[in-house]
């Protein structure tokens, strides 16, 4: 079994883009800028905020952070988006999600300019994507083939089970998976809540993408040995172990299912770390205009 060091290989392609910010100033050009507006105070979005912001200083970009309490109107978060999109300092932004429930979700994603959309989440990003033209891949999922990649995994030919259909990890990864591209040529089957008898699916996977919010879910009957499983799970549970009172469990019961695995990524440790580094790579794409001239 190998573990999948999504921190280093995180780590290693915000150097390259550090060195491409180096090169951006010494040429003259203005600093890389990501804004984020975070809505509300919940812990796991601070959490992801606060590393987005630290991977900024890390890689030379310029960071901003919009904070709007819980209860802002719809209307006042459109505007900041509206702000956001006509800013020309700013070359990419996201909205942190989840929003609160009085808030459409789809309405702020449609507003958001897509040639800003780093996360790739707007619809045209999205049918771009499903097109293979020059798009935004959502950060997740994008993260998730880099880490294929650098480890050599073999995709073609290969069926892969993904566990969740959400519009940011699931519904994407499924696609990117069947593309007909070197990263892709996957048999794909997506499983969700009511798929079933899904342990039929998952004993035939070779790589199984677990995204679907459910702590240790995944146990080893479920998986066929040698096979490579991607954690992509981030649930904060109580602990009275770590200082902050939680701590992050994934998708997948680790210690029973790695010893049967070929690969398998850790949490924390493993695709976190990739969502980070890809959302700096496609705001360094917005930066250069090498998406939308
Ligand atoms: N919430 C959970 N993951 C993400 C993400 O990748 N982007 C945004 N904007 N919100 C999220």
Do not use: W
Not at 31 to 47: F, K, R, W
Not at 53 to 70: D, M, N, Q, Y
Not at 89 to 100: C, E, M
């Amino acid at each position: 079994m190998q573990l999948i060091d999504g921190k280093k290989i995180s780590l290693q392609l915000q150097e390259d883009i550090a060195n491409e910010v180096k090169q951006l100033l010494a040429s003259g050009l203005k600093q890389p800028h990501l804004a984020a507006i975070l809505v509300g105070n919940d812990g796991g979005s601070e959490t992801y905020v606060a590393s987005k912001i630290k991977a900024c200083e890390r890689v030379g970009f310029k960071s901003t952070l919009i904070r709007l309490p819980e209860y802002v109107t719809e209307e006042k978060l459109l505007n900041a988006v509206y702000d956001l999109n006509n800013n020309q300092d700013v070359d990419g932004f996201i909205v942190q999600l989840p929003l609160p429930r009085h808030i459409n979700e789809h309405k702020i994603i449609e507003a958001i300019k897509p040639s800003k959309d780093v996360d790739g989440f707007h619809p045209l990003n999205v049918g771009r994507m499903v097109l293979n033209l020059p798009c935004y891949v959502s950060a997740t999922p994008y993260g998730i083939v880099h880490l294929l990649e650098k480890y050599n995994i073999e995709t073609s030919g290969k069926h892969c089970v993904v566990i969740g259909r959400s519009h940011i990890v699931g519904s994407p990864m499924s696609i990117l998976l069947a593309k007909n591209t070197a990263l892709g040529n996957c048999t794909v089957t997506l499983c969700h809540s009511k798929t079933e008898n899904l342990i039929s699916h998952t004993l035939k996977a070779d790589i199984i993408i677990c995204a679907l919010g459910s702590p240790e879910f995944l146990r080893a009957h479920m998986i066929k040995d040698g096979a490579v499983v991607i954690d992509v799970g981030t649930t904060r549970v109580e602990s009275i172990d770590s200082k902050s009172g939680y701590k992050l469990k994934g998708d997948v019961k680790f210690d029973e299912v790695a010893p049967k695995c070929s690969y398998i990524t850790p949490v924390p440790g493993g695709v976190g770390p990739m969502t980070i580094a890809s959302l700096i790579k496609n705001t360094m794409l917005a930066a250069k205009k090498e998406i939308y001239k």
